[in-house]
């Protein structure tokens, strides 16, 4: 089966610059999550949606991240204006169903931004 | 609060040295924990998930381990290849103060030749 998709691979913008980043998870898994790993720490969630809908978006930055899910399937997420400490890594994953009911989640390999 | 500790947080070991990996959760009425492997450059991949105290799961040289307090990653004989950082996560309950998947730091290993 296909893994999780995530594009660019990588980008580099300076601060106050927009960058979006694209996920398309396993095909069938309903959850979708969007997490932010910086150097030595593990991943942070971000949002969390369940089909198009937010589940969870409580330590997403909204004055400046925004994250939509159309249609249930792809999702993309954005920043904008971009901060230096948005350097990270922006890693992607679905689940079959919720992870709250123990299902695993499985990872793209995300997007390594960097701003200048 | 809920908290996922990962212990050591580095460890280097010699090709076929064996040793465990520790993670602990103060999470209450657990519904999973979850192993991962990362490799430098990408993302997160599932290993296993343990549901309850005394169950085991194996795999090639690794093998994991649940108690109601924590998990242990134990690598047996490991090989260069083995060499990643190994995370684990514990998923919210309706007990626990947490809404969300909490990951820990992961312990970063190294095996050399």
């Known amino acids: 089966e296909a893994g999780v998709a995530q594009s660019p691979r990588y980008k580099i913008i300076e601060k106050r610059q927009s960058v979006a980043f694209w996920c398309n998870p396993i095909?069938?898994?309903?959850?979708l999550y969007w997490y932010q790993q910086i150097l030595g720490q593990g991943p942070k969630l971000l949002i969390q949606?369940?089909?198009?809908?937010?589940?969870?978006d409580s330590q997403l930055p909204k004055d400046r991240f925004s994250a939509e899910r159309l249609k249930g399937v792809d999702s993309t997420l954005k920043i904008q204006p971009a901060k230096l400490e948005d350097s990270a890594v922006y890693l992607c994953?679905?689940?079959?169903?919720?992870?709250?009911?123990?299902?695993?989640?499985?990872f793209g390999d995300g997007t390594r931004l960097s701003i200048l | 609060e809920d908290q996922v500790t990962q212990s050591p947080e580095a460890l280097r070991l010699q090709e076929g040295e064996s040793s465990s990996l520790n993670c602990s959760y103060t999470?209450?009425?657990?519904?999973?924990l979850f192993w991962y492997r990362q490799d430098p450059g990408k993302g997160p991949e599932f290993l296993f998930t343990?549901?309850?105290a005394g169950e085991e799961k194996e795999k090639e040289r690794l093998k994991a381990t649940l108690t109601k307090k924590e998990s242990f990653l134990h690598i047996t004989a490991p090989k260069p290849e083995d060499s990643a950082t190994y995370l684990c996560?514990?998923?919210?309950?309706?007990?626990?103060?947490?809404?969300?998947?909490?990951f820990g730091s992961g312990t970063r290993l190294s095996i050399r030749p």
């Open positions: 996560a514990v998923p919210p309950t309706p007990y626990s103060s947490a809404s969300k998947i909490i």
């Open positions: 343990l549901y309850s």
């Open positions: 994953a679905s689940s079959l169903e919720d992870v709250r009911l123990g299902q695993p989640q499985h």
């Open positions: 949606f369940q089909n198009n809908g937010v589940v969870d």
């Open positions: 095909s069938g898994h309903a959850t």
């Open positions: 999470v209450s009425g657990l519904r999973g």
